[in-house]
T-cell receptor, first 114, second 109 residues
Framework: DAGVTQSPTHLIKTRGQHVTLRCSPISGHKSVSWYQQVLGQGPQFIFQYYEKEERGRGNFPDRFSARQFPNYSSELNVNALLLGDSALYLCASRVPWQGTDTQYFGPGTRLTVL | AQRVTQPEKLLSVFKGAPVELKCNYS??????LFWYVQYSRQRLQLLLRHISRESIKGFTADLNKGETSFHLKKPFAQEEDSAMYYCALSAYNTDKLIFGTGTRLQVFP
């Protein structure tokens, strides 16, 4: 098992554009969470999805949205990109109801907004 | 407000020296506390959690509710311990992790 996978690995966009990031959880994992990690900071929680429903949302503007598909993969969408959206975006998956400590993180997608 | 504070951005020690990475938290209920580690060119991974009270790779962390701290300790640092360490908390049985800003540990030979 390759673990949590994310695509693309790197992405460069310009202000005002939109972006879609993708995450494939570990097989059998039904819960997916998204985090934003700005350089020099710890990861910040954006969303959690379980069984295709949003179960948690962090303090991010409505420009950020996400969804989960029947195969439990997930997409994070960001509209009207700002320079401050430049960050590493992490996806994490876990088997539900086995405690938060069983979250497994992907390698991240590095987004640069110019 | 829920917050995790790691006061040291960088901690440098020599091999064999004791290590203590500090973590303080602010949370209104009873949180779960964790330490995550990120080695060079690797993904973020769980190191240990307060509930299990276990020692991983020689590291231990004790939850002190009175001081709202969860410091990470190791009596004898090894070069392979060099990494970025993040303290994090979550409410019980939720996926939302609140991370500190991280401490980079450098262990010199």
């Amino acid at each position: 098992d390759a673990g949590v996978t994310q695509s693309p690995t790197h992405l460069i966009k310009t202000r005002g554009q939109h972006v879609t990031l993708r995450c494939s959880p570990i097989s059998g994992h039904k819960s997916v969470s998204w985090y934003q990690q700005v350089l020099g900071q710890g990861p910040q929680f954006i969303f959690q999805y379980y069984e295709k429903e949003e179960r948690g949302r962090g303090n991010f503007p409505d420009r950020f949205s996400a969804r989960q598909f029947p195969n439990y993969s997930s997409e994070l969408n960001v509209n009207a990109l700002l320079l401050g959206d430049s960050a590493l975006y992490l996806c994490a998956s876990r088997v539900p109801w086995q405690g938060t400590d069983t979250q497994y993180f992907g390698p991240g997608t590095r987004l640069t907004v110019l | 407000a829920q917050r995790v504070t790691q006061p040291e951005k960088l901690l440098s020690v020599f091999k064999g020296a004791p290590v203590e990475l500090k973590c303080n938290y602010s949370y209104s209920g009873s949180p779960e506390l964790f330490w995550y580690v990120q080695y060079s060119r690797q993904r973020l991974q769980l190191l240990l959690r307060h509930i299990s009270r276990e020692s991983i790779k020689g590291f231990t962390a004790d939850l002190n509710k009175g001081e709202t701290s969860f410091h990470l300790k190791k009596p004898f640092a090894q070069e392979e311990d060099s990494a970025m360490y993040y303290c994090a908390l979550s409410a019980y049985n939720t996926d939302k992790l609140i991370f500190g800003t991280g401490t980079r540990l450098q262990v010199f030979p």
